[in-house]
Protein backbone atom coordinates (compact mmCIF):
# COMPACT_ATOMS: atom_id res chain seq x y z
CA UNK A 1 0.00 0.00 0.00
CA UNK A 2 1.12 3.45 -0.96
CA UNK A 3 1.90 5.90 1.97
CA UNK A 4 2.92 8.97 2.67
CA UNK A 5 5.62 9.88 4.49
CA UNK A 6 4.46 12.19 7.49
CA UNK A 7 6.97 15.37 6.57
CA UNK A 8 7.36 16.83 9.89
CA UNK A 9 7.90 13.32 11.92
CA UNK A 10 10.81 12.47 9.23
CA UNK A 11 12.31 16.04 9.56
CA UNK A 12 12.45 15.84 13.38
CA UNK A 13 13.72 12.45 13.45
CA UNK A 14 16.33 13.63 10.97
CA UNK A 15 17.26 15.80 13.35
CA UNK A 16 17.14 12.81 16.10
CA UNK A 17 14.30 14.38 18.25
CA UNK A 18 12.65 11.40 18.70
CA UNK A 19 12.71 8.23 21.15
CA UNK A 20 12.46 5.14 18.79
CA UNK A 21 10.62 2.14 21.20
CA UNK A 22 7.32 2.84 22.12
CA UNK A 23 6.29 2.66 25.65
CA UNK A 24 3.10 0.73 26.78
CA UNK A 25 0.32 3.76 27.20
CA UNK A 26 -1.94 1.60 30.08
CA UNK A 27 0.49 -0.16 32.81
CA UNK A 28 -1.47 -2.08 35.58
CA UNK A 29 -4.63 -0.46 35.02
CA UNK A 30 -2.91 2.82 34.54
CA UNK A 31 -3.26 5.63 31.63
CA UNK A 32 0.45 6.81 30.60
CA UNK A 33 -0.47 9.13 27.70
CA UNK A 34 2.25 10.80 26.10
CA UNK A 35 1.80 14.11 26.40
CA UNK A 36 5.66 15.42 25.18
CA UNK A 37 5.84 16.31 21.41
CA UNK A 38 9.54 15.46 21.00
CA UNK A 39 8.63 12.35 22.20
CA UNK A 40 5.57 11.78 19.04
CA UNK A 41 8.10 8.69 16.82
CA UNK A 42 7.81 8.99 13.16
CA UNK A 43 4.49 7.66 11.35
CA UNK A 44 3.31 7.04 7.74
CA UNK A 45 -0.18 7.28 6.93
CA UNK A 46 -2.10 5.51 4.14
CA UNK A 47 -3.05 7.81 1.01
CA UNK A 48 -6.78 8.21 0.75
CA UNK A 49 -6.41 8.54 -2.71
CA UNK A 50 -4.92 4.56 -3.20
CA UNK A 51 -6.48 1.43 -2.83
CA UNK A 52 -5.38 -1.21 -0.77
CA UNK A 53 -4.02 -2.90 -3.90
CA UNK A 54 -1.98 0.24 -5.22
CA UNK A 55 -4.09 1.58 -7.84
CA UNK A 56 -4.80 5.07 -7.29
CA UNK A 57 -8.14 6.94 -7.65
CA UNK A 58 -7.71 8.80 -11.21
CA UNK A 59 -10.46 10.83 -10.73
CA UNK A 60 -14.19 11.49 -9.47
CA UNK A 61 -14.91 7.80 -11.07
CA UNK A 62 -13.10 6.07 -8.79
CA UNK A 63 -13.99 7.53 -5.37
CA UNK A 64 -17.33 5.91 -4.64
CA UNK A 65 -15.38 2.47 -4.43
CA UNK A 66 -12.38 3.62 -2.49
CA UNK A 67 -14.83 5.35 0.16
CA UNK A 68 -16.64 1.77 0.42
CA UNK A 69 -13.56 0.10 0.97
CA UNK A 70 -12.49 2.51 3.43
CA UNK A 71 -16.01 2.55 4.76
CA UNK A 72 -15.52 -1.94 5.20
CA UNK A 73 -12.02 -1.68 6.33
CA UNK A 74 -13.50 0.55 9.51
CA UNK A 75 -16.52 -1.73 10.35
CA UNK A 76 -14.02 -5.02 10.09
CA UNK A 77 -11.65 -3.79 12.33
CA UNK A 78 -12.41 -0.87 14.22
CA UNK A 79 -16.48 0.00 14.49
CA UNK A 80 -17.61 -3.23 13.67
CA UNK A 81 -19.96 -4.29 11.06
CA UNK A 82 -23.19 -1.58 10.25
CA UNK A 83 -26.53 -2.26 12.09
CA UNK A 84 -29.12 -3.76 9.46
CA UNK A 85 -31.66 -1.02 8.54
CA UNK A 86 -34.71 -1.53 10.30
CA UNK A 87 -37.57 -3.41 9.37
CA UNK A 88 -39.93 -0.41 9.80
CA UNK A 89 -39.64 2.68 10.97
CA UNK A 90 -43.16 3.19 12.77
CA UNK A 91 -43.75 7.05 14.12
CA UNK A 92 -46.36 8.41 16.99
CA UNK A 93 -46.38 11.84 17.75
CA UNK A 94 -46.62 11.81 21.67
CA UNK A 95 -46.99 15.45 22.28
CA UNK A 96 -46.71 18.82 20.57
CA UNK A 97 -47.31 22.51 21.51
CA UNK A 98 -45.73 25.88 20.83
CA UNK A 99 -42.72 26.87 23.07
CA UNK A 100 -39.93 29.28 23.62
CA UNK A 101 -41.75 32.26 23.80
CA UNK A 102 -44.01 31.42 20.69
CA UNK A 103 -41.00 31.03 18.29
CA UNK A 104 -40.62 27.33 17.97
CA UNK A 105 -42.97 24.26 17.95
CA UNK A 106 -42.05 21.21 20.31
CA UNK A 107 -42.68 17.70 18.86
CA UNK A 108 -42.33 14.65 20.77
CA UNK A 109 -42.00 11.68 18.68
CA UNK A 110 -41.43 7.60 19.53
CA UNK A 111 -40.41 5.70 17.09
CA UNK A 112 -40.39 1.54 16.98
CA UNK A 113 -38.95 -0.31 14.29
CA UNK A 114 -41.16 -3.73 14.24
CA UNK A 115 -44.94 -3.24 12.63
CA UNK A 116 -46.55 -4.08 15.58
CA UNK A 117 -44.71 -1.40 17.91
CA UNK A 118 -42.85 -4.05 20.33
CA UNK A 119 -39.61 -3.89 21.50
CA UNK A 120 -36.98 -1.22 21.70
CA UNK A 121 -37.97 2.68 20.91
CA UNK A 122 -36.37 5.98 20.78
CA UNK A 123 -38.31 9.24 22.03
CA UNK A 124 -37.01 12.16 19.73
CA UNK A 125 -37.31 15.41 20.56
CA UNK A 126 -37.99 18.13 17.83
CA UNK A 127 -38.01 21.78 18.09
CA UNK A 128 -39.42 23.42 14.58
CA UNK A 129 -39.37 27.29 13.30
CA UNK A 130 -42.74 28.12 13.76
CA UNK A 131 -42.85 30.87 11.42
CA UNK A 132 -40.36 29.49 8.62
CA UNK A 133 -41.68 29.96 5.35
CA UNK A 134 -41.09 26.28 4.06
CA UNK A 135 -38.93 23.51 5.28
CA UNK A 136 -35.63 24.19 7.00
CA UNK A 137 -32.46 22.58 7.59
CA UNK A 138 -31.92 20.68 10.88
CA UNK A 139 -29.28 19.96 13.61
CA UNK A 140 -29.54 16.23 14.99
CA UNK A 141 -27.49 14.88 17.45
CA UNK A 142 -27.64 12.74 20.62
CA UNK A 143 -27.78 13.68 24.09
CA UNK A 144 -26.59 12.17 27.07
CA UNK A 145 -29.37 12.56 29.74
CA UNK A 146 -32.36 12.63 28.13
CA UNK A 147 -34.23 15.05 25.71
CA UNK A 148 -35.61 17.40 28.35
CA UNK A 149 -32.23 18.63 29.68
CA UNK A 150 -32.18 20.61 26.14
CA UNK A 151 -35.08 22.53 26.30
CA UNK A 152 -36.03 24.30 29.62
CA UNK A 153 -39.64 23.63 28.86
CA UNK A 154 -41.84 21.48 31.60
CA UNK A 155 -43.55 19.36 28.50
CA UNK A 156 -40.34 17.88 27.29
CA UNK A 157 -40.56 14.27 28.44
CA UNK A 158 -37.63 12.35 30.65
CA UNK A 159 -36.87 9.50 29.14
CA UNK A 160 -37.68 5.94 29.89
CA UNK A 161 -33.81 4.33 29.56
CA UNK A 162 -32.91 0.96 30.70
CA UNK A 163 -29.40 2.03 32.57
CA UNK A 164 -27.65 5.28 32.42
CA UNK A 165 -24.40 6.10 34.33
CA UNK A 166 -25.08 7.38 37.55
CA UNK A 167 -24.11 11.08 38.20
CA UNK A 168 -25.68 14.81 38.52
CA UNK A 169 -29.08 14.02 37.40
CA UNK A 170 -29.35 10.47 37.19
CA UNK A 171 -30.08 8.24 40.13
CA UNK A 172 -30.42 4.76 40.30
CA UNK A 173 -29.44 4.71 36.46
CA UNK A 174 -32.61 6.45 35.32
CA UNK A 175 -32.51 10.40 34.17
CA UNK A 176 -34.18 12.74 36.77
CA UNK A 177 -35.96 15.86 37.17
CA UNK A 178 -32.71 17.57 38.07
CA UNK A 179 -31.54 17.59 34.43
CA UNK A 180 -34.16 20.05 33.04
CA UNK A 181 -32.80 22.92 30.85
CA UNK A 182 -29.64 21.99 32.07
CA UNK A 183 -28.50 22.49 28.34
CA UNK A 184 -29.70 25.85 28.37
CA UNK A 185 -28.07 27.42 30.78
CA UNK A 186 -25.31 30.10 29.73
CA UNK A 187 -23.04 28.66 32.68
CA UNK A 188 -23.29 25.14 31.41
CA UNK A 189 -19.66 24.03 29.64
CA UNK A 190 -22.15 22.53 26.53
CA UNK A 191 -25.19 24.10 25.35
CA UNK A 192 -28.00 24.06 23.29
CA UNK A 193 -29.41 27.49 22.13
CA UNK A 194 -32.68 26.44 20.86
CA UNK A 195 -33.70 29.95 20.69
CA UNK A 196 -30.83 30.93 18.83
CA UNK A 197 -30.91 27.99 16.69
CA UNK A 198 -34.60 28.45 15.68
CA UNK A 199 -33.95 32.33 15.08
CA UNK A 200 -31.13 31.32 12.67
CA UNK A 201 -33.78 29.28 10.43
CA UNK A 202 -32.74 25.58 11.52
CA UNK A 203 -34.90 22.97 13.25
CA UNK A 204 -33.46 20.66 16.22
CA UNK A 205 -33.82 17.27 16.55
CA UNK A 206 -32.30 15.34 19.41
CA UNK A 207 -32.68 11.49 21.29
CA UNK A 208 -30.99 10.62 24.64
CA UNK A 209 -28.02 7.86 24.05
CA UNK A 210 -28.84 6.19 26.61
CA UNK A 211 -32.29 4.59 25.25
CA UNK A 212 -30.04 3.82 22.27
CA UNK A 213 -27.30 1.70 24.10
CA UNK A 214 -26.26 1.95 27.80
CA UNK A 215 -23.09 2.98 28.01
CA UNK A 216 -21.00 1.24 30.92
CA UNK A 217 -17.70 2.28 31.84
CA UNK A 218 -14.69 0.37 32.77
CA UNK A 219 -15.36 0.74 36.80
CA UNK A 220 -18.93 -0.80 36.33
CA UNK A 221 -17.43 -3.81 36.52
CA UNK A 222 -18.84 -5.96 33.97
CA UNK A 223 -16.77 -6.75 30.81
CA UNK A 224 -18.27 -5.33 27.25
CA UNK A 225 -16.92 -8.55 25.98
CA UNK A 226 -19.46 -10.88 28.12
CA UNK A 227 -22.95 -12.12 26.85
CA UNK A 228 -25.49 -10.48 28.12
CA UNK A 229 -23.96 -7.37 29.81
CA UNK A 230 -25.59 -4.17 29.45
CA UNK A 231 -24.06 -2.67 26.39
CA UNK A 232 -25.95 -4.40 24.47
CA UNK A 233 -29.46 -3.64 25.11
CA UNK A 234 -31.92 -0.75 23.75
CA UNK A 235 -31.65 -1.27 20.06
CA UNK A 236 -29.57 -3.83 19.95
CA UNK A 237 -32.48 -6.32 21.28
CA UNK A 238 -32.97 -5.93 17.54
CA UNK A 239 -30.24 -7.54 16.42
CA UNK A 240 -30.95 -10.84 18.11
CA UNK A 241 -28.50 -13.08 20.04
CA UNK A 242 -25.05 -12.19 20.11
CA UNK A 243 -21.88 -14.00 18.92
CA UNK A 244 -18.90 -13.43 21.42
CA UNK A 245 -16.51 -14.89 18.69
CA UNK A 246 -17.22 -12.19 16.11
CA UNK A 247 -14.30 -9.82 15.93
CA UNK A 248 -16.48 -7.12 13.66
CA UNK A 249 -20.02 -7.45 15.87
CA UNK A 250 -21.81 -4.15 16.23
CA UNK A 251 -20.29 -2.28 18.36
CA UNK A 252 -22.17 0.78 20.62
CA UNK A 253 -20.69 3.57 18.38
CA UNK A 254 -22.91 1.05 15.36
CA UNK A 255 -25.72 1.89 17.44
CA UNK A 256 -25.96 5.35 18.30
CA UNK A 257 -24.59 6.12 14.36
CA UNK A 258 -27.53 3.82 13.10
CA UNK A 259 -29.76 5.89 15.72
CA UNK A 260 -29.10 8.96 13.98
CA UNK A 261 -29.91 7.66 10.76
CA UNK A 262 -32.81 6.82 11.72
CA UNK A 263 -33.46 10.51 12.88
CA UNK A 264 -32.58 11.57 9.30
CA UNK A 265 -35.70 8.86 8.47
CA UNK A 266 -37.65 10.90 10.67
CA UNK A 267 -36.54 14.16 9.08
CA UNK A 268 -37.31 12.83 5.41
CA UNK A 269 -40.97 12.50 7.23
CA UNK A 270 -41.48 15.99 8.62
CA UNK A 271 -42.79 18.29 6.27
CA UNK A 272 -40.83 21.08 8.21
CA UNK A 273 -37.64 19.99 7.58
CA UNK A 274 -36.05 19.82 4.45
CA UNK A 275 -33.82 16.90 5.16
CA UNK A 276 -31.62 17.36 2.06
CA UNK A 277 -29.67 20.14 4.62
CA UNK A 278 -28.83 18.25 7.94
CA UNK A 279 -26.19 18.68 10.18
CA UNK A 280 -25.17 15.73 12.58
CA UNK A 281 -22.88 16.83 15.53
CA UNK A 282 -21.91 15.79 19.15
CA UNK A 283 -19.32 16.51 21.29
CA UNK A 284 -17.10 13.70 23.05
CA UNK A 285 -18.41 10.49 22.00
CA UNK A 286 -21.36 11.76 20.53
CA UNK A 287 -19.30 13.50 17.95
CA UNK A 288 -17.59 10.54 17.12
CA UNK A 289 -21.25 8.83 16.89
CA UNK A 290 -22.00 11.73 14.73
CA UNK A 291 -19.29 11.05 12.30
CA UNK A 292 -19.34 7.47 12.20
CA UNK A 293 -22.86 7.99 10.78
CA UNK A 294 -22.19 10.47 8.44
CA UNK A 295 -19.12 8.27 7.02
CA UNK A 296 -21.78 5.35 6.33
CA UNK A 297 -25.34 7.75 6.00
CA UNK A 298 -24.04 9.61 3.00
CA UNK A 299 -27.76 11.57 3.37
CA UNK A 300 -25.30 13.83 6.13
CA UNK A 301 -25.03 17.04 3.86
CA UNK A 302 -22.96 18.14 6.88
CA UNK A 303 -20.99 16.78 10.20
CA UNK A 304 -19.68 18.63 12.41
CA UNK A 305 -17.64 16.43 15.41
CA UNK A 306 -16.96 18.37 18.42
CA UNK A 307 -14.04 17.19 20.78
CA UNK A 308 -13.92 14.34 19.62
CA UNK A 309 -10.80 12.64 21.09
CA UNK A 310 -9.52 9.16 20.34
CA UNK A 311 -11.75 7.08 17.93
CA UNK A 312 -12.60 10.16 16.05
CA UNK A 313 -10.66 12.48 14.15
CA UNK A 314 -7.28 12.68 15.81
CA UNK A 315 -4.41 10.71 14.17
CA UNK A 316 -3.75 7.60 16.46
CA UNK A 317 -0.36 6.72 15.15
CA UNK A 318 0.63 9.77 16.28
CA UNK A 319 1.28 9.02 19.98
CA UNK A 320 0.17 12.05 21.47
CA UNK A 321 -2.98 11.91 24.22
CA UNK A 322 -4.94 9.15 24.72
CA UNK A 323 -4.48 5.69 22.69
CA UNK A 324 -6.21 2.97 21.56
CA UNK A 325 -5.31 0.29 24.64
CA UNK A 326 -6.10 3.93 27.05
CA UNK A 327 -9.96 3.80 24.86
CA UNK A 328 -10.04 0.06 24.67
CA UNK A 329 -9.54 -0.32 28.30
CA UNK A 330 -11.90 2.27 29.40
CA UNK A 331 -15.04 1.60 26.69
CA UNK A 332 -14.39 -1.91 24.62
CA UNK A 333 -17.98 -2.09 23.76
CA UNK A 334 -17.40 1.37 21.48
CA UNK A 335 -15.33 -0.79 19.44
CA UNK A 336 -15.35 -4.50 17.91
CA UNK A 337 -12.79 -7.04 19.44
CA UNK A 338 -10.68 -6.91 15.88
CA UNK A 339 -9.73 -3.43 17.30
CA UNK A 340 -8.19 -4.78 20.20
CA UNK A 341 -5.04 -5.79 18.21
CA UNK A 342 -4.27 -2.83 17.65
CA UNK A 343 -3.37 -1.88 22.06
CA UNK A 344 0.09 0.03 21.58
CA UNK A 345 0.03 -1.27 18.24
CA UNK A 346 -1.46 1.55 16.09
CA UNK A 347 2.12 1.40 13.65
CA UNK A 348 0.15 -1.39 12.79
CA UNK A 349 -3.32 -0.39 11.76
CA UNK A 350 -3.60 -0.74 7.85
CA UNK A 351 -5.66 3.23 8.53
CA UNK A 352 -5.81 5.92 10.89
CA UNK A 353 -8.96 8.49 11.00
CA UNK A 354 -7.94 10.39 8.52
CA UNK A 355 -9.18 7.91 6.29
CA UNK A 356 -12.16 7.60 8.53
CA UNK A 357 -12.80 11.77 7.71
CA UNK A 358 -12.28 11.58 4.30
CA UNK A 359 -15.48 9.20 3.47
CA UNK A 360 -17.21 12.52 4.28
CA UNK A 361 -15.95 13.89 1.32
CA UNK A 362 -16.97 15.70 -0.93
CA UNK A 363 -19.99 17.06 1.59
CA UNK A 364 -18.81 19.43 4.32
CA UNK A 365 -16.66 18.37 7.73
CA UNK A 366 -16.20 20.82 10.11
CA UNK A 367 -13.80 19.89 13.16
CA UNK A 368 -14.08 21.57 16.21
CA UNK A 369 -11.37 20.83 19.22
CA UNK A 370 -10.13 22.24 22.08
CA UNK A 371 -6.51 22.27 23.54
CA UNK A 372 -6.86 19.33 26.59
CA UNK A 373 -4.10 17.32 25.56
CA UNK A 374 -6.12 13.87 26.17
CA UNK A 375 -7.53 14.73 22.71
CA UNK A 376 -4.47 15.84 20.80
CA UNK A 377 -6.20 18.68 18.57
CA UNK A 378 -3.39 18.72 16.97
CA UNK A 379 -4.11 15.38 15.54
CA UNK A 380 -7.10 16.77 14.49
CA UNK A 381 -5.68 19.05 12.36
CA UNK A 382 -3.61 16.88 11.08
CA UNK A 383 -5.98 13.89 10.66
CA UNK A 384 -7.74 17.08 8.44
CA UNK A 385 -4.65 17.47 6.20
CA UNK A 386 -4.12 14.25 5.40
CA UNK A 387 -8.04 13.96 4.42
CA UNK A 388 -7.88 16.95 2.22
CA UNK A 389 -7.04 15.11 -0.98
CA UNK A 390 -10.16 13.26 -0.89
CA UNK A 391 -11.82 16.47 -1.07
CA UNK A 392 -9.92 18.02 -3.94
CA UNK A 393 -10.10 15.19 -6.87
CA UNK A 394 -13.67 15.36 -5.71
CA UNK A 395 -13.33 19.30 -6.81
CA UNK A 396 -13.87 20.84 -3.66
CA UNK A 397 -11.67 23.08 -1.85
CA UNK A 398 -9.18 20.83 0.93
CA UNK A 399 -8.07 22.46 4.13
CA UNK A 400 -6.96 26.13 3.84
CA UNK A 401 -3.23 25.77 4.23
CA UNK A 402 -0.67 27.70 6.76
CA UNK A 403 0.21 26.70 9.88
CA UNK A 404 -1.50 24.96 12.96
CA UNK A 405 -3.62 27.54 14.17
CA UNK A 406 -4.30 29.68 17.55
CA UNK A 407 -6.94 28.67 19.78
CA UNK A 408 -10.39 30.54 18.07
CA UNK A 409 -8.26 31.27 14.57
CA UNK A 410 -11.20 30.64 12.10
CA UNK A 411 -8.65 30.58 8.91
CA UNK A 412 -8.59 26.94 8.40
CA UNK A 413 -12.52 26.74 7.99
CA UNK A 414 -13.09 26.36 4.40
CA UNK A 415 -16.28 26.01 2.49
CA UNK A 416 -15.98 22.16 2.76
CA UNK A 417 -13.29 21.38 4.96
CA UNK A 418 -12.80 23.16 8.22
CA UNK A 419 -10.63 22.91 11.79
CA UNK A 420 -10.54 25.09 14.26
CA UNK A 421 -9.75 24.81 18.04
CA UNK A 422 -10.45 26.79 21.42
CA UNK A 423 -9.56 27.06 24.98
CA UNK A 424 -11.90 26.13 27.88
CA UNK A 425 -14.00 23.57 28.72
CA UNK A 426 -15.54 20.47 27.00
CA UNK A 427 -18.49 20.75 25.28
CA UNK A 428 -20.36 22.77 22.37
CA UNK A 429 -20.19 26.41 23.55
CA UNK A 430 -21.44 29.07 22.07
CA UNK A 431 -18.82 29.86 20.26
CA UNK A 432 -18.77 26.17 18.65
CA UNK A 433 -22.44 26.75 17.63
CA UNK A 434 -21.81 30.09 15.88
CA UNK A 435 -18.96 28.15 14.33
CA UNK A 436 -21.27 25.04 13.06
CA UNK A 437 -24.20 27.52 11.76
CA UNK A 438 -21.41 30.03 9.80
CA UNK A 439 -20.39 26.68 8.38
CA UNK A 440 -23.79 25.05 7.77
CA UNK A 441 -25.27 28.13 5.97
CA UNK A 442 -22.53 28.27 3.80
CA UNK A 443 -22.77 25.08 2.75
CA UNK A 444 -26.57 25.32 2.24
CA UNK A 445 -26.19 28.36 0.45
CA UNK A 446 -28.27 30.18 3.19
CA UNK A 447 -27.25 34.28 2.96
CA UNK A 448 -28.41 36.79 5.33
CA UNK A 449 -32.19 37.31 5.13
CA UNK A 450 -32.82 33.51 4.15
C1 LIG B 1 -13.36 9.79 27.73
C2 LIG B 1 -12.75 9.12 26.52
C3 LIG B 1 -12.89 9.98 25.28
C4 LIG B 1 -14.34 10.32 25.10
C5 LIG B 1 -14.88 10.97 26.34
C6 LIG B 1 -16.39 11.21 26.30
O1 LIG B 1 -12.62 10.92 28.06
O2 LIG B 1 -11.42 8.86 26.81
O3 LIG B 1 -12.42 9.29 24.15
O4 LIG B 1 -14.54 11.10 23.98
O5 LIG B 1 -14.68 10.14 27.44
O6 LIG B 1 -17.06 10.80 25.39
O7 LIG B 1 -16.88 11.80 27.25
Not at 237 to 244: F, I, N, Q, S, V
Not at 424 to 431: F, L, V
Amino acid sequence: MKRIAFAAAAAAAALGAFATAKRPSVVKGRFRPNYDESKVAPYTLEDPLAFADGRKVRGPEDWPARRREIVDLFAREMYGREPPPPETVECKTMEEGVTLAGFAIRRQVRMWFRKDRSGPHIDWLLILPRHAKGPVPAIIGLNYHGNHEMLADPQVAVPDCTWLRNGDGVTDHKPTEKHRGRRCDQRADSILPAAMLVARGYAVMTACYGQVSPDPVWNDRNPADRPGNRAWQGVFELWGARDPSATDGISSFGAWAWALSRGLDLAERTGEIDARRTVATGYSRLAKSALLAASRDERFAVCVPVQCGAGGVQLLKRDFGETVAIINRAFPHWFCRAYAKYADNEENMPFDQHLMIATIAPRGLLVLGFDDPWYDTKGEWLSCKAASPAWEILGRPGLPGGPFPAPYETRCIGPSIGYAHRTEKHGISAWDWTQILDFADNAFGRGRGR
